[in-house]
C-alpha cells in the first residue's frame, strides 16, 4: 500500500514554461514534507522541503505548496530549463508521529524539459 | 565539501553468495540510513543508525540483512546468502543531528545478483 504516491511517472514541458509535479499521501501522521531530484546514476539531491505547519516554501525557481485537508503537496519549478530534466522524488516523514526513523518516497516524476 | 560515498558502485553476485556494501557519510553528519531502491521505484527504507547505534531497523527485508557502523562513522550493509530479489541500488545516506530531515544521498551501490 503506497503511503506517497506520485501518479505521473513521467511530464514534459517547454523551456521557460512552468513545471508542476504533484504527490498524494495517505499517512496523515507525515508531518515533513521533501523534494529530491535525481540524475541517472547519482543518488537523489535535496531541493525543497516544508514542514506541515505551512503551506508554501520558497527556494528561488523552486516552491512547494502543501494541502493538508486534500493530502496533497506539489513542486512548481519556474521558468524551467533545460538542467531541471531529471527525476523527481516526493518524500515524507511521521518522526514527530512515532513513525519510522527513515522517509517514505514515491516512485518519481521524470521531468523532460524541452528547448 | 566531500559527499557520501558508497563503494563499490556496481556489484554482481551469484544466487547465495554473501556481499558487503560500505559507506562513507559525510564527516560530522551523525545520522546515518540505508535505502533500497528497486528498478522503477522510490527508495525504501532499510535501516538507520544515530552514531553507532541502530535504533530503526524496520524496513530491513529479512534477517539475511544485517547493517552495523561501529565507530559511528563508516557504515557497512551486509547481506547473506543474496537471492534474485535482493537486486536493486543501495542508497546510503547521512543528515546533520540538527536538520534531521535533510538527508544527503550518496550515488547508490547497484547490486546484480544472477
Known amino acids: 500500500d503506497q503511503q506517497v504516491k506520485q501518479n505521473s511517472p513521467s511530464l514534459s514541458v517547454q523551456e521557460g514554461r512552468i513545471s508542476i509535479l504533484n504527490c498524494d499521501y495517505t499517512?496523515?501522521?507525515?508531518?515533513?514534507f521533501l523534494w529530491y531530484k535525481k540524475y541517472p546514476a547519482e543518488g537523489p539531491t535535496f531541493l525543497i522541503s516544508i514542514s506541515s505547519i505551512k503551506d508554501k516554501n520558497e527556494d528561488g525557481r523552486f516552491t512547494v505548496f502543501l494541502n493538508k485537508s486534500a493530502k496533497h503537496l506539489s513542486l512548481h519549478i519556474v521558468p524551467s530549463q533545460p538542467g531541471d530534466s531529471a527525476v523527481y522524488f516526493c518524500a515524507a516523514s511521521a518522526l514527530r508521529g512515532g513513525g519510522a526513523d527513515g522517509l517514505t518516497f514515491g516512485k518519481g516524476t521524470h521531468l523532460i524539459i524541452q528547448p | 565539501g566531500a559527499g557520501v560515498s558508497q563503494s563499490p558502485r556496481y556489484k554482481v553476485a551469484k544466487r547465495g553468495q554473501d556481499v558487503a556494501l560500505r559507506c562513507d557519510p559525510i564527516?560530522?553528519?551523525?545520522?546515518l540510513f540505508w535505502y533500497q531502491q528497486a528498478l522503477g521505484q522510490g527508495p525504501e527504507f532499510l535501516t538507520y543508525?544515530?552514531?553507532?547505534?541502530?535504533?530503526?531497523k524496520s524496513g530491513l527485508p529479512s534477517d539475511r540483512f544485517f547493517a552495523e557502523r561501529p565507530e559511528g562513522s563508516v557504515s557497512t550493509l551486509k547481506i547473506q546468502r543474496t537471492q534474485q530479489e535482493d537486486s536493486a541500488v543501495y542508497l546510503c545516506?547521512?543528515?546533520?543531528?540538527?536538520?534531521?530531515?535533510?538527508?544527503?544521498f550518496g550515488p547508490g551501490t547497484r547490486l546484480t545478483v544472477t
Open positions: 564527516s560530522g553528519h551523525v545520522s
Open positions: 545516506a547521512s543528515s546533520r543531528a540538527q536538520s534531521f530531515y535533510e538527508q544527503y
Open positions: 543508525f544515530q552514531n553507532e547505534a541502530q535504533l530503526d
Open positions: 499517512n496523515s501522521m507525515f508531518d515533513y
